[in-house]
């Protein structure tokens, strides 16, 4: 593959270069969870989508997990490289990777030992404890080969190795979906096939992406070498993201248990399915940081802020076009999306069209929230990064969630989630106003 000139490239030709990879990764990603809670609806039912929606806070820990090592280190590795630190970036690399693998290998190990208490803490009842717990115990066992493959592929995309990462994210995918058929409709494995199905696509996705480093095909390979300080200042940069994807389990945990006080087992199953649809939706929004953060880090390393600040300025026209599409699409045609899902005599369609309607009234705010975020967190300005991160994902969820069960029910805990992102809002706007003065931009 052709190296991308990160310095000299057009800046809208740079970003391309990465967001439309990144892009197809994400949506084909993102189909293939859509179609494994398509399968679990058709094939388990309600009970079984409401049990995927108690793991999500799981999902979300692993993912915080990779984001605070994984962007963290990644974000690093460009500067670095931006410098023309090789080296220094290879100790970051391995540092993170021989870390962040063995960690999660023995953390997987210890929740497995804890599941019982784990879906108690995950608010479930007696009818969805033996579906969260037989679908928890297969990805608890393979999160090492989840959080592995992610971290991977972020590394090898700031490894000017884009498509290679689309590759990966697609022929995982692709396998998990075939195995979800088989092992769902035709062998009748139930949660657990669902999960299979899952850790298997991971792991073909995980030998793909490991050829780019094994083959030595772009500046980081794999040596031996490992720094404590290179994991400390890793985690330190990449507390921003992980913090907010920590932030967002808990908030999903605690608007399941919110809606289990409310007698509403059906509202479970709901956030289960909006949290399907929103991967496509938010992972659409998250391929543009994706494509941010290689070009802004790399030429923030290299003093070029002229050009950090214009990738700046076409993430967010990016995210703020692609957050009106999605809310016109889902509220245009959301009665229909919603029915692949659900079996024929489902009693809660109505219900979901009132709830995604609402909740996803927050996309139209989120797109400059997460590039905001972003962007800091690749310029290395941690404090703004963290603020703007968890202010949409944690501070006002906090007051809004409770008031608004409180006040209007089960339609008041979805409301929170657009208030709160509003509010996120005008804290992320001042927050980069802020932070964009201590940059000296030549104009």
């Known amino acids: 593959m052709k190296q991308l000139d990160l310095k000299n490239t057009s800046i809208i030709k740079l970003f391309l270069s990465y967001f439309i990879p990144s892009f197809i990764s994400m949506f084909v990603l993102s189909t293939d969870v859509i179609i494994d809670g398509i399968f679990i609806g058709k094939g388990i039912g309600e009970t079984g989508l409401s049990a995927v929606g108690l793991v999500v806070p799981v999902f979300t820990f692993f993912t915080g997990f990779e984001l605070l090592?994984?962007?963290?280190?990644?974000?690093?590795?460009?500067?670095?490289?931006?410098?023309?630190?090789?080296?220094?970036?290879?100790?970051?690399?391995?540092?993170?990777?021989?870390?962040?693998?063995?960690?999660?290998?023995?953390?997987?190990?210890l929740l497995f030992?804890?599941?019982?208490?784990?879906?108690?803490?995950?608010?479930?009842?007696?009818?969805?404890?033996?579906?969260?717990?037989?679908?928890?115990?297969?990805?608890?066992?393979?999160?090492?080969?989840?959080?592995?493959?992610?971290?991977?592929?972020?590394?090898?995309?700031?490894?000017?190795?884009?498509?290679?990462?689309?590759?990966?994210f697609i022929s995982g995918s692709v396998?998990?979906?075939?195995?979800?058929?088989?092992?769902?409709?035709?062998?009748?494995?139930?949660?657990?096939?669902?999960?299979?199905?899952?850790?298997?696509?991971?792991?073909?996705?995980?030998?793909?992406?490991?050829?780019?480093?094994?083959?030595?095909?772009?500046?980081?390979?794999?040596?031996?070498?490992?720094?404590?300080?290179?994991?400390?200042?890793?985690?330190?940069?990449?507390?921003?993201?992980?913090?907010?994807?920590?932030?967002?389990?808990?908030?999903?945990?605690?608007?399941?248990?919110?809606?289990?006080?409310l007698g509403s087992q059906s509202g479970v199953a709901i956030l289960?399915?909006?949290?399907?649809?929103?991967?496509i939706c938010f992972t659409s929004i998250l391929a543009i940081s994706h494509g941010l953060q290689p070009i802004v880090s790399y030429n923030f390393g290299s003093k070029n802020l002229n050009r950090v600040l214009k990738t700046l300025k076409i993430s967010l026209i990016f995210a703020t076009i692609i957050g009106i599409i999605i809310y016109i699409v889902l509220y245009l045609g959301i009665s229909h999306i919603a029915r692949i899902f659900l079996k024929e005599d489902t009693k809660i369609l109505p219900d979901l069209i009132t709830a995604v309607k609402i909740y996803y009234l927050g996309y139209l705010f989120l797109g400059a929230n997460i590039i905001i975020s972003a962007f800091l967190q690749a310029i290395s300005k941690v404090r703004g990064s963290i603020i703007t991160s968890l202010s949409h994902n944690l501070f006002f969820m906090l007051i809004f969630l409770p008031l608004g069960a409180k006040l209007f029910g089960v339609n008041g805990i979805w409301l929170a989630y657009p208030l709160s992102l509003f509010c996120a809002f005008i804290v992320s706007v001042i927050v980069i106003r802020f932070e964009l003065k201590g940059l000296k931009i030549e104009r």
């Open 69 to 109: 090592f994984g962007i963290g280190g990644a974000a690093l590795v460009s500067i670095a490289l931006g410098n023309y630190k090789t080296f220094k970036a290879k100790v970051i690399f391995n540092s993170v990777i021989y870390f962040t693998t063995t960690f999660s290998i023995l953390l997987g190990i």
């Open 113 to 168: 030992i804890l599941r019982e208490k784990v879906v108690i803490v995950l608010g479930t009842n007696e009818v969805l404890k033996p579906y969260t717990l037989e679908y928890l115990n297969v990805i608890l066992l393979g999160n090492a080969i989840i959080i592995t493959q992610s971290i991977l592929c972020t590394f090898a995309r700031n490894d000017k190795a884009p498509n290679l990462t689309m590759i990966s």
């Open 175 to 261: 396998i998990n979906i075939i195995l979800n058929y088989i092992f769902i409709f035709i062998f009748k494995w139930g949660m657990f096939g669902a999960a299979l199905s899952t850790i298997i696509g991971h792991f073909i996705g995980l030998i793909i992406i490991l050829k780019h480093f094994l083959c030595k095909n772009g500046e980081l390979y794999f040596i031996k070498a490992f720094s404590l300080e290179a994991i400390k200042k890793s985690a330190i940069n990449g507390i921003a993201p992980s913090m907010s994807e920590f932030a967002f389990g808990f908030i999903i945990m605690l608007m399941n248990i919110f809606l289990i006080k």
């Open 272 to 279: 289960s399915i909006m949290m399907y649809i929103g991967v």
